[in-house]
């Protein structure tokens, strides 16, 4: 994906050309979370279930665009955390106190407006990589209400904290 890169301007402009604000930092590239694009963080115990599951069901063709999870994680010396890049209005309208409560008990976090989505700026497994497919043009992004509630069931199908491991 970025061979030809020799900046990261010229990464930058890689993920813009995709459909990603992306933009430059401090030498780094990342996404500006705005109110049409942002991220859900959580640990990777739980984010790797909520990705199969989300590919096991929304994964379904919806003009020909297949909703696409697209997830950011540290490289394999800091695995804890991963990120769903979504799009679509963040926000826990919808879900119960209760469910935003178990979400955030369960160290799930939304990345709202302003705060940084760091994106992978190399086809090497250093820093923040793809742990997921890596974006490709015409991808569909999973809406942050798919990514929560996919969540929110996995958490309710089994006792709160079975699914490390």
């Known amino acids: 994906m970025f061979e030809s890169c020799h900046s990261t301007e010229d990464v930058a402009r890689v993920y813009r050309e995709l459909g990603f604000p992306a933009t430059c930092l401090a030498g780094r ?4 979370a705005t109110p049409d694009h942002g991220g859900i963080a959580m640990p990777s115990y739980l984010a790797q279930r909520v990705r199969t599951e989300i590919d096991q069901r929304h994964t379904h063709s919806i003009n020909h665009r297949a909703v696409t ?4 994680g540290r490289s394999a010396s800091r695995p804890s955390t991963y990120v769903f890049v979504v799009a679509g209005r ?9 469910t935003l409560t178990q979400l955030d008990e369960a160290g799930v976090r939304l990345l709202d407006s ?13 820093g923040w990589t793809w742990k997921s497919a890596p974006p490709t043009p015409g991808i569909r992004l999973p809406t942050p209400t798919t990514v929560l509630t996919t969540a929110q069931e996995l ?11």
Not at 90 to 98: A, E
Not at 114 to 126: A, E, S
Request: glycine share 12%.
């Open 29 to 32: 590239v990342a996404i500006i």
């Open 69 to 72: 999870p697209v997830v950011v």
């Open 90 to 98: 963040l926000s826990g309208r919808g879900l119960s106190t209760h």
């Open 114 to 126: 302003g705060q940084r989505i760091w994106l992978p700026t190399t086809d090497y497994p250093t």
């Open 155 to 165: 958490l309710l199908r089994t006792r709160r904290g079975s699914l490390r491991g």
